[in-house]
């Protein structure tokens, strides 16, 4: 079993892909239920690349990535762009947490299970 797919196994759904945008790079669409307590992966061919958590709308954490923020963002955005340059898809994908009190707990064993590569960057 992949690392998608104990995800999925979990609840993880795809929600939207990453494309160019200039030399830029935003989400294809905004077409989710946008609520507060995310967990989120970025996703390249099947290969889980990063495992992320965001307590905002995640439409607000996505476009993080699209605009220079910080350099934990700058870097993945980085990532992304480049993986995009050279032709491959990235996408999103999202769950819901229930309960925001134990969603970095839950982001915590995610990563420490799967050790997505860009979560080392």
Do not use: C
């Amino acid at each position: 079993m992949t690392i998608l797919d104990e995800l999925i196994r979990e609840g993880f759904e795809p929600i939207t892909e990453w494309v160019l945008k200039g030399a830029r790079i935003g989400p294809k669409s905004f077409d989710w239920k946008d609520q507060s307590g995310w967990l989120y992966a970025f996703v390249i061919e099947g290969d889980v690349k990063y495992i992320g958590l965001t307590t905002r709308v995640l439409r607000s954490r996505m476009s993080d990535y699209s605009h220079i923020r910080n350099s934990q963002t700058d870097e993945k955005r980085a990532l992304v762009l480049n993986a995009l340059s050279n032709g491959k898809r990235v996408l999103v994908y999202g769950l819901k947490h229930r309960d925001e009190g134990t969603l970095a707990a839950a982001e915590a064993r995610l990563r420490a299970q799967h050790r997505p590569s860009w979560n080392r960057v």
